[in-house]
C-alpha cells in the first residue's frame, strides 16, 4: 500500500520561494512504472496539476507553472520534492503528493493521495 506524507511551511510570503516535501512509504520511488505528482487546490477551485517525476527520473511540468516549478526527488530517502518560487497570494491552496502507474492517471486522477498541506501565501 502507497502512503504519502506531505510536510512544508503553512506561511509563506509573497515572492517567496515554497519548499515542500513529500515522504512515501510502501513503494520505492523507483518502482518500475510509477509516477508521482503534485498537485494543487485552491479555495474555490478545482485541482490543477503542476508536475510529477517518474520512476526514471523524468520530469513532467504544468505548461502554467513550469517557468517557477523545480520537481524533484531524492531515491535514498524515497522523498520528493516541490519547490515553487515567486509566490503570489492566488497560489494559496492545499497542496498534495499523488501516485499512479501512468502520466496520464497521476496527472488527472492518481489512484493514491497523500492528506495534504496547506500552504497560505500572505504578508
Known amino acids: 500500500q502507497v502512503q504519502l506524507q506531505e510536510s512544508g511551511p503553512g506561511l509563506v510570503k509573497p515572492s517567496d520561494t515554497l519548499s515542500l516535501n513529500c515522504t512515501v512509504s510502501?513503494?520505492?520511488?523507483?518502482?518500475?512504472?510509477?509516477?508521482w505528482s503534485w498537485i494543487r487546490q485552491a479555495p474555490g477551485k478545482e485541482r490543477e496539476w503542476i508536475g510529477a517525476v517518474s520512476y526514471t527520473g523524468l520530469v513532467y511540468w504544468s505548461p502554467a507553472l513550469k517557468s517557477r516549478t523545480t520537481v524533484s526527488r531524492d531515491n535514498a530517502k524515497n522523498t520528493l520534492y516541490l519547490q515553487m518560487n515567486k509566490l503570489k497570494p492566488e497560489d494559496t491552496a492545499v497542496y498534495y503528493c499523488?501516485?499512479?502507474?501512468?502520466?496520464?492517471?497521476?496527472?488527472?486522477?492518481?489512484?493514491?493521495w497523500g492528506q495534504g498541506t496547506h500552504v497560505a501565501v500572505s504578508s
Open positions: 499523488a501516485a499512479d502507474r501512468s502520466i496520464g492517471l497521476v496527472s488527472s486522477n492518481p489512484h493514491y
Open positions: 510502501g513503494k520505492s520511488i523507483t518502482a518500475s512504472a510509477h509516477y
